[in-house]
């Protein structure tokens, strides 16, 4: 009953827009993720899947994307991310998600004896100074404090964002404080691609242990970030118990 992680699938079944333009390394990223995942994940365990999951525009054009994922192991919390415009109201959303797949929307949700929360998060106030930007940025920060206040006091918070919620050079932002405030141990985030590492957060800050799970950064297979350490997780180890490592 362990925690993964992973983000940025962008599945393309319905619709004509596959990654292998973004380099050899995407050919048949699907089937990777696929192989990699009932390796990895069980029945038993979570998926935390961290957004940008389908190119599709529409609910009906993600269907076939929405299927595939629900057809692996494991219970899926599904996090939007700014290339999910097929995500609408929440109440049709959930009505169309196949089984084993939940929507995590300004609530929190008990995975593992974990409160997860989140939202997508925007653009920090440092990469921008577009006033749109950073009304976005601002209604993702009340998002993300209403999931934060939904979870109980009792049990260690696990925030899931899209966006980077801190980058290199810029520690101490709103994101941060937020994440300090309600005293988060883990956070799993996305959106980044092509980086090396030591230029996107990763690792333990302030209490706080971070895990970039873009898909193509984690070797396109879920990465554990709750749970024992198994012998096929070499590709992006995580500690076997964070909550001791914290």
Not at 28 to 43: K, L
Not at 108 to 127: I, K, N, Q, T
Not at 162 to 189: A, D
């Amino acid at each position: 009953m362990s925690i993964f992680a992973i983000s940025d699938l962008h599945l393309s079944f319905a619709v004509d827009k596959p990654m292998d333009r973004f380099g050899p390394q995407w050919i048949g990223h699907a089937d990777r993720v696929a192989r990699a995942w009932r390796e990895r994940v069980t029945q038993a365990d979570t998926v935390l899947v961290c957004g940008d999951t389908s190119w599709a525009m529409r609910l009906d054009e993600a269907a076939a994307d929405l299927a595939w994922l629900g057809a692996l192991p494991g219970r899926k919390v599904l996090l939007r991310g700014n290339h999910d415009y097929w995500w609408g109201s929440l109440a049709k959303l959930q009505r169309a998600l196949p089984a084993g797949i939940e929507p995590l929307q300004n609530g929190c949700l008990e995975v593992e004896g974990w409160a997860v929360c989140g939202s997508r998060g925007w653009m920090l106030p440092a990469e921008t100074s577009e006033p749109s930007d950073l009304g976005i940025y601002q209604r993702e920060l009340g998002r993300l404090r209403m999931s934060l206040e939904h979870a109980p006091a009792d049990q260690p918070r696990l925030a899931m964002l899209h966006y980077p919620p801190w980058m290199p050079g810029q520690e101490e932002n709103e994101v941060v404080r937020l994440l300090r405030e309600f005293e988060v141990r883990i956070c799993v985030y996305g959106h980044l691609h092509d980086l090396e590492p030591g230029r996107y957060p990763e690792g333990e800050r302030d209490g706080i242990r971070y895990h970039c799970v873009s898909v193509d950064l984690i070797e396109f297979a879920p990465r554990l970030v709750v749970g024992p350490q198994r012998a096929d997780d070499g590709l992006n180890p995580a500690p076997s118990d964070p909550l001791a490592a914290l």
